[in-house]
């Protein structure tokens, strides 16, 4: 079950990437995950803005290792490929949220961790 406070530490630390502009920063999700409007926003400003590039780093090596110790921890799969993630690798993920749903409610984790299991040709192990 996620902890409230650091849901709400998260999406503080995305929207004060965006610097100045942050009156104008995307919403994180109802339920305060990190959305995919707000990804997708920092993959924009990354190039010309350092900080909302060390954030966009942070949260994506974040994510990145998690799985990766879930998976080597016994997280009840196998995987044929090693994991790896880049920005179009986040962008074809965050795209996957379907058409008429607002990038500002969907959630963009579990869509690049889906994502970067896929592409590592993880399955659950047997007896799991």
Avoid at 17 to 30: D, F, K, V
Avoid at 53 to 63: E, N, S
Avoid at 89 to 103: C, E, H, I, Y
Avoid at 104 to 119: C, E, F, K, S, W
């Amino acid at each position: 079950m996620p902890i409230p406070g650091r849901l709400f530490n998260a999406s503080m630390l995305v929207a004060v990437a965006m610097g100045p502009g942050a009156a104008s920063a995307e919403p994180t999700t109802p339920g305060g995950a990190i959305s995919v409007a707000q990804v997708n926003q920092m993959l924009d400003q990354a190039p010309t803005n350092g900080i909302a590039r060390q954030v966009l780093t942070a949260y994506l090596a974040g994510v990145g290792e998690t799985v990766g110790v879930m998976i080597a921890t016994g997280g009840g799969a196998t995987c044929q490929q090693p994991f790896s993630l880049t920005a179009q690798d986040v962008r074809a993920a965050l795209g996957t949220a379907g058409n008429g749903l607002q990038a500002g409610a969907v959630a963009a984790t579990p869509l690049i961790v889906h994502d970067m299991l896929n592409r590592a040709q993880c399955s659950r192990r047997q007896g799991d």
